[in-house]
């Protein structure tokens, strides 16, 4: 028979639980609607929930949008490790860093709040920043050894252009088209193509395709 004390115990477990998914769910809902600069006292009241109980859950801004990304955070990096077993490694890449610029522009404010948390190790981001960083550099290494990508292209300097990709994202939702050139123009620029000289010989005048012609 359960004691009076373990029943209290377990009410004030459940309590908690349901104001930590009302928090979460109005910080996802006011994000998700483009109300970026929307403040952690604000929430609370949305939530219903005073400053206190939003702060035991969640101390900083970055720590509740590391519980707002955490699945599909490891989503994306199970995703990762399973494309480091496909057989064209350029396009395992590319369609990575598609689905990434989509999971980093998914909230306002993320793209700029992720890139600052993968250079501060005391970000409650900065764990799942890393694991995402380790995905690119590893799909990009491999690419790199196919020589279908140019090996000059570091993986710091691929994150920073999907970060500015989900910028543009972020600000324009409605412009998928926009960001969908964008994303092939950074493609074209992370390929190999064959030198002029050994192109015109493969190929006569015609130049490299754009990742989305046919």
């Known amino acids: 028979m359960v004691d009076q004390a373990e029943s209290q115990e377990r009410g004030m ?15 996802r809902e006011a994000l998700a609607s483009r109300d970026g600069d929307i403040s952690l006292n604000e929430v609370a009241r949305r939530a219903g929930v005073g400053t206190g109980t939003l702060f035991r859950h969640f101390p900083s801004r970055d720590a509740l949008l590391e519980a707002l990304l955490h699945d599909r955070t490891a ?11 496909a057989a064209d490694a350029a396009t395992a890449l590319f369609d ?3 689905d990434l610029i989509s999971h980093v522009a998914i909230y306002q404010g993320v793209s700029a709040a ?19 960083d380790l ?4 799909l990009l290494i491999r690419a790199q050894r196919t020589e279908q990508v140019r090996a000059d292209v570091r993986p710091d300097e691929v994150i920073s252009l999907v970060s500015a990709l989900s ?22 620029g992370l ?13 006569g005048t015609t130049p490299p395709r754009r990742a989305t012609d046919s």
């Open 13 to 27: 477990r459940s309590h908690a639980r349901r104001n930590r998914e009302r928090i979460l769910a109005v910080a």
């Open 75 to 85: 989503a994306l990096c199970a995703e990762a490790e399973r494309l480091l077993g």
């Open 96 to 98: 990575w860093l598609a």
């Open 114 to 132: 992720l890139l600052a948390g993968s250079r501060d190790e005391g970000s409650e981001l900065h764990r799942s920043c890393r694991a995402v």
């Open 135 to 138: 995905a690119a550099e590893s």
């Open 167 to 188: 910028w543009v994202k972020e600000q324009s939702p409605d412009r998928d088209d926009h960001v969908r050139a964008l994303l092939t123009v950074m493609v074209d």
């Open 191 to 203: 390929r190999t193509f064959p030198s002029p000289g050994e192109q015109g010989e493969q190929q």
